[in-house]
Structures are given as C-alpha cells and as structure tokens.
C-alpha cells in the first residue's frame, strides 16, 4: 500500500548545519550555521564576537565551558610569564588565530595560575600546544613555532568539521 504522506524528510529542505561555539565573555553556547562562520557571529546572551581571531584568557572555571562546549576545534597554549619560548611565540600563535578564525578557537592557560589544568594535562613543558574538539584532546605539540607551523599543525591534527 501506498502512502498518501511523503517521507518527513522529502517535505522538509535540509537545515544547515550548525555548530556548538562557545562565548569566550559568558560561556554561552551558540549554534552557528558552518556556513556563517565567517560573517563573524555575535553571542546570542552578550553580543561578543564568537569568532573574534583573538586567543581567549583562559582559567580554571572558564576551561570547561570554553573547551567542552565548542564543536569547533580549540588550540590552547599553556604557558607561562617566566618562559622565554613562551613570550616569543605568542605574536605568531596571536597571528595564526587570526588566520584560522573562522575554523577554530584559541586559547591561552596559563600554566602557573592554572595548576589543576596543567596536571590534569600532565603539561611537563612550555609552550605546550594541544587541540581539542568537544572537549577531547586531538593533538599536543611542546615548543615554540612560527605562525606558518602553528597553522600548518593544526590543519593537520584538527579534524574533519564535526556539523
């Protein structure tokens, strides 16, 4: 017997798909069409830019909700104030988010005010670089590179889009 009743999915077009991106100011998760990304998508509860090209400050509370929440990929650079390599990649590491910020986050931990996270990482030197979607480690990297390698190592350790 025959239907009268399409399929649902033959009625209805199909969405776009959406990603979880989490407000570096609120925690607030935001669903973002993938292809929006680069029209530079504002938080829906405070009105910052999601997608800024800027590292966000991280600590221990914010951690969670910034890296666990994101279904785009995160590079998150623990460092330290002390540490030599560290200060000297952070122009390249601020310049490769800027290139990759319509298709991941990054962020700063800063090893010495974040014990618990570093730990829990088992972070044993500095610059450490890790990616993370979904709050699960993809990637680590220790050392200082240059914006070309930091772009390049993420493209190759991040992951297929997850929408």
């Known amino acids: 017997m025959r ?29 973002v069409p993938a292809d929006r990304l680069a029209d530079d998508p504002k938080c829906g509860k405070c009105g910052a ?8 400050v991280l600590d221990e509370q914010k951690f969670e909700s910034f890296v666990g929440r ?3 990929p995160v590079v998150v650079d623990f460092w330290a104030e002390w540490c030599g390599p560290c200060r000297a990649m952070a122009p390249a590491f601020e310049r490769a988010a800027a290139e990759l910020k319509a298709s991941a986050r990054f962020a700063k931990v800063n090893a010495d005010a974040a014990p618990g996270l570093s730990a829990r990482f088992g972070i044993r030197s500095i610059p450490t670089l ?24 993420v ?6 889009p997850s929408a």
């Open 130 to 153: 890790m990616v993370f979607r979904a709050g699960k480690e993809l990637a680590r990297i220790s050392g200082a590179m240059d914006a070309r390698s930091i772009v390049r190592w």
């Open 70 to 72: 994101s279904e785009l």
């Open 3 to 31: 239907h009268l009743r399409p399929d649902f999915h033959e009625m209805a077009p199909e969405a776009p798909a959406k990603l979880v991106v989490a407000c570096a100011r609120c925690a607030t998760a935001n669903r």
């Open 49 to 56: 830019s999601l997608l800024d090209g800027k590292p966000a």
């Open 155 to 160: 493209a190759a350790h991040a992951g297929p």
